[in-house]
T-cell receptor
Framework: GAVVSQHPSWVICKSGTSVKIECRSL??????MFWYRQFPKQSLMLMAT?????????EQGVEKDKFLINHASLTLSTLTVTSAHPEDSSFYIC?????????????FGEGSRLTVL | RKEVEQDPGPFNVPEGATVAFNCTYS??????FFWYRQDCRKEPKLLMS???SGNEDGRFTAQLNRASQYISLLIRDSKLSDSATYLC????????????FGTGTRLQVTL
């Protein structure tokens, strides 16, 4: 089956630093990838839709200058949390939909747990 | 009102029990519905799609009631391995690929 790989799986950083998270589709091309954030005991919240070769579409309330998304190829999207603060500590998950696949079957990465000290 | 609402649980049931979860959604124009399963500190994985006529996959049965705008998931003969959080997922109106997740219902199956 399709596999989406996310890296790193966990990261601890100091406040003010930037952290980059990678999301790769391993056996299919993904023109669209999605980035979610999940706080403890809460639902996945869509942050942005990453489109290959064009700008990402951000959800309301998500700062595009703080959460930089780059989707430079059909198999890789990156999320950079810039100038991270403790309130950015969360579980970040990416997902990808295979072109032509079931609209609802998103394949998720393993998630990246970010802790900002 | 949240777009997708679920009882967070937890539902604690003994092995072999039958358990049902409900989920309500607010947008009557929603077209696609799914149940995902998420294990603790893991990514969600698709459990099953939900079709208008209802559908079954082994011990799992999903039902959709458009008139009342709710979706259900029934698990028969619960196994210990069914312990997880079950996420109700609905597509957002106007954008087929944008999905909205409920907060999930936690199930704990015990011996």
């Amino acid at each position: 089956g399709a596999v989406v790989s996310q890296h790193p799986s966990w990261v601890i950083c100091k406040s003010g630093t930037s952290v980059k998270i990678e999301c790769r589709s391993l056996d299919f091309q993904a023109t669209t990838m999605f980035w979610y954030r999940q706080f403890p005991k809460q639902s996945l919240m869509l942050m942005a839709t990453s489109n290959e070769g064009s700008k990402a579409t951000y959800e309301q309330g998500v700062e595009k200058d703080k959460f930089l998304i780059n989707h430079a190829s059909l198999t890789l999207s990156t999320l950079t949390v810039t100038s991270a603060h403790p309130e950015d500590s969360s579980f970040y998950i990416c997902s990808a939909r295979r072109s032509g696949g079931n609209t609802g079957e998103l394949f998720f990465g393993e998630g990246s747990r970010l802790t900002v000290l | 009102r949240k777009e997708v609402e679920q009882d967070p649980g937890p539902f604690n049931v003994p092995e072999g029990a039958t358990v049902a979860f409900n989920c309500t959604y607010s947008n009557s124009a929603s077209q696609s519905f799914f149940w995902y399963r998420q294990d603790c500190r893991k990514e969600p994985k698709l459990l099953m799609s939900v079709y208008s006529s209802g559908n079954e996959d082994g011990r799992f049965t999903a039902q959709l009631n458009r008139a009342s705008q709710y979706i259900s998931l029934l698990i028969r003969d619960s196994k210990l391995s069914d312990s997880a959080t079950y996420l109700c997922v609905v597509n957002s109106a106007g954008t087929a690929s944008k999905l909205t997740f409920g907060t999930g219902t936690r199930l704990q199956v015990t011996l």
